[in-house]
């Protein structure tokens, strides 16, 4: 007993320690109930395109199951003013086989007005963050995008190739929520997913005076998407002294965009200024070898991947090697070169010889097989036929006599029926006034 009172005393203090530590003007699913009222959260803005998410006790259904091509979205009325933050983020999706859709974490600029209920490929020019889940290339993945608003999105050709990080994850019809956690510190960004790291960058840094928004698009078949909780809370990381984290004015304006799609590449690309803005030996030398470091990298991460692509139909290869190795001998000995010539060769001696006899044959015979056959059905058909059916008319004919005999029965019973009738009638007694 006094062990389950420690329990209980350490787990009540754990849970007054988080929930003292929340921005609560920016969470909700901490609580028994998302909300007290069945049509608004505190200290969020629900939107919608085509239906308006429907709020539970317990969730927030952004898309429904059903009607494909919806949109909804929740945005945050305050802005984050913490320097470090941690976001965790319960979701749940869920639809029929094929379906399809997207869910977006955003924290951004005048996300409400800028970005509203868009997709990552219906946005236009934003400033901010996006974690994205979809079926990217036929697998379900999270990625993340970052934008200083000078790329317009929708008409970008090539979207995907402006994520920095991804990882594999599949997250539909899992049947229970899912754990997103997005942490931004002095050290860098880093996405988990149920307690597995997706991806890290110590390049990434995300000012503050931002808002975070949950954006959620349906196609047909629809995938359904729920919200369970959001919870905003600052970050327990402690930087060291050469990652201390820079004051307010130099927070604003700072996310640099990595070029690779890998936390391991993740490199800044130098600005393109003119020759001219370099004066002395030692700027061009720096500018010069900031480039060939950046081509040295791309290089490697090129090599890298065609590695891995390499490495990926190497195994494909040894699979196929060893479902050949898992056949009889016999059939790999008949799936020898010299064995499949010698089949061939059979083969073509076959066809010609087809061939040559069809040719030249004498097929006078055959043919004439062929016309007494068809005589014989002939003198069938003619003389033994119509005696055939006029013995089956003859046997099924009615009986004409017969009806006949029935008909004068039947009258004679009538006649005699009357001839009773008015006999007895005769010999009634009279009836008089």
Request: hydrophobic residues 35%.
């Amino acid at each position: 007993m006094r062990i389950s009172t420690i329990s209980l005393l350490t787990f009540l203090s754990t849970s007054l320690s988080v929930a003292q530590d929340l921005v609560k003007d920016t969470s909700f699913g901490y609580g028994s109930a998302i909300s007290s009222n069945s049509f608004s959260i505190p200290g969020w803005q629900i939107l919608g395109e085509g239906h308006v998410p429907q709020l539970l006790s317990d969730k927030v259904i952004v898309t429904p199951p059903y009607g494909g091509n919806k949109q909804g979205a929740l945005w945050a009325e305050n802005k984050n003013n913490l320097p470090q933050w941690t976001v965790d983020f319960e979701f749940r999706a869920g639809g029929p086989d094929r379906a399809g859709g997207s869910l977006h974490l955003w924290y951004g600029s005048d996300g409400q007005n800028t970005i509203g209920t868009s997709s990552l490929y219906s946005v236009g020019r934003f400033d901010g963050l996006v974690l994205t889940l979809d079926a990217h290339n036929g697998r379900q993945s999270i990625r993340g995008f970052l934008n200083d608003g000078s790329i317009e999105y929708r008409k970008h050709p090539n979207v995907d190739s402006l994520a920095f990080g991804h990882c594999d994850y599949a997250y539909r019809n899992l049947g229970r929520p899912s754990k997103l956690s997005l942490e931004s510190t002095a050290g860098g960004l880093e996405v988990l997913i149920d307690g597995n790291l997706c991806f890290r960058s110590d390049k990434i840094t995300l000012p503050t005076g931002y808002y975070f928004g949950i954006t959620a698009a349906s196609t047909d078949p629809p995938d359904s998407f729920e919200v369970f909780k959001f919870l905003l809370k600052p970050s327990s990381y402690i930087p060291t002294a050469a990652q201390a984290p820079p004051t307010q004015n130099q927070n604003q304006g700072q996310m640099p965009i990595p070029n690779a799609d890998s936390p391991n590449n993740m490199i800044r690309e130098p600005a393109d200024v003119p020759a001219s803005h370099f004066t002395t030996s030692t700027a061009q030398f720096e500018d010069l070898h900031s480039r060939l470091s950046l081509l040295s990298k791309s290089i490697t991460s090129l090599f890298n991947e065609i590695t891995r692509h390499t490495a990926t139909e190497e195994s494909h290869y040894q699979d196929i090697l060893r479902q050949i190795q898992l056949l009889s001998p016999n059939t790999q000995s008949s799936m020898q070169p010299s064995n499949l010539d010698a089949r061939l060769l059979a083969i073509e001696r076959t066809l010609t010889s087809l061939q040559s006899e069809l040719s030249s044959g004498d097929h006078k015979r055959q043919f004439s097989d062929l016309q007494t056959t068809l005589r014989e059905m002939n003198i069938g058909v003619t003389e033994h036929l119509p005696n055939r059916v006029r013995e089956y008319v003859a046997d099924h004919a009615p009986r004409v006599g017969f009806m006949i005999t029935c008909f004068m029965l039947f009258q004679l019973v009538l006649v005699v029926a009357y001839v009773l009738y008015k006999r007895r009638r005769a010999n009634a007694p009279k009836k008089y006034l």
